[in-house]
């Protein structure tokens, strides 16, 4: 596929996407997981042919920003010759299976999804018709695990209700109105046939003459539920079942795994990784963790398998390298979207601003997690409210909402809460937020 079919669809590892501030080239991991060896390409790739800060995405991906004109073809060279390419320039846009970064190491876990999640990644690459779907199509196979997003939204979602059976739904998030349930062993199949069924109706429109892309177009018709019973598997009722709630700030520190080990979780800041900072990743993950780096929903990444007695010197380490893994900064949950830096449609520099944001917080010796800072209402970098949005305005002044559970969820306003605040400086801002009494 040549990099400019389809220039302002998604990016994608073979579909590199102008924007402000040069092409984006976006590489979709498996599971989430990159190779030492891996990181050290993308590193070396980024310095040469884009930004050198790499992008940790909140569907568990990379993405390198600022790839010069005239340098894609040779950048996707580079990354096919690396391994991050799917089997086929088709399957790149089909690679979105969420899992929870700790899927098959987490002793809370109620259902080890590895396999099943690897299985169903490479049937969806193997079978031509599976490309038809959107490249936004997303599914979530969720183990139950303590450490899971299940604030995202995936267009069918598979959640672990025990060992045996699992709840499924579709276009929301895991226990948000569920279909009904199957047995573990049949989820497999209800998914490829719940796929089949909406790849017939692609195209097609919904009662209210939207195109159907998503499954959400299906909602406005109740074809969710007809799809759920013509399952070729028994589909069961599950009352009043809710998935847990994941680990607060989870995805920060150390988690013990299964068999004793440790997994080990870091943020960098506003989810940018330097090349130094690759680059010591990938030694640090080729000397504690068996050379496996997962990138994670929250724009981090998680060290698996590291023995109990490297721990505090591989933290040590992450933490020199410049990842946040303890909730000691409010970076530690700030999230951002490219801003006007990179976004035409972005009224304020994010980036700069949350830098500055969670300085003035941090420097009243207090910490508030959960806050996100959008250039614009499209909200790129959080499907649902967080707790805090900042809306830019134009540069430097900002709207600020709060969704937190006191004021009431996702409504208001631009769906990001209920508005606190008009036309702030970041100042201003910081200190309305430091009033909210701010919840961790
Ligand atoms: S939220 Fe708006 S400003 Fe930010 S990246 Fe998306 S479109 Fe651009």
Known sequence: MNSS????????????VP?????ICRIKLPRGRLSAGQARALAGLAARHGHPEIEATNRANVQIRGVHAGEEEALIAALVEAGLAPKSSGAD????VMVSPLCGLDPEALFDVSDLADRVLARLEAEPRYHTLSPKFSIEIDGGESVAMIQHPNDIWFSAINGNSFAFGFSGVPGETPAGAV????VEAALFALLDQFIAMIGTRN??????TRMRHLLVDRRPAEMAAALPCKVHAIGDWRREEPMALGHLG??????GRFALGGVPPLGRIGPAMMRGLADLAAHVAGGEIRMT??????LPNIDESALPEAQERLEELGFVTRPDRTLAATITCAGSAGCKSGHTDTKADALALANAIDGWGTLIFGIHLTGCAKSCAAPRPAPFTLLGLNPGHYDLFVADKATGGDGGMAGFGERIGHDLTIEQAAQLLMQRKPTA
């Open 19 to 23: 924007s402000l501030d040069g092409g």
């Open 254 to 259: 150390a988690r013990r795994q299964i068999g």
């Open 5 to 16: 079919d389809r220039r302002f669809a998604c990016p994608g590892l073979f579909r590199i």
């Open 297 to 302: 929903p929250w724009q981090s990444v998680l």
């Open 207 to 212: 009662a209210k003459g939207d195109k159907i």
């Open 183 to 186: 047995a573990a062993a049949d």
């Open 93 to 96: 846009d089909v690679r979105n």
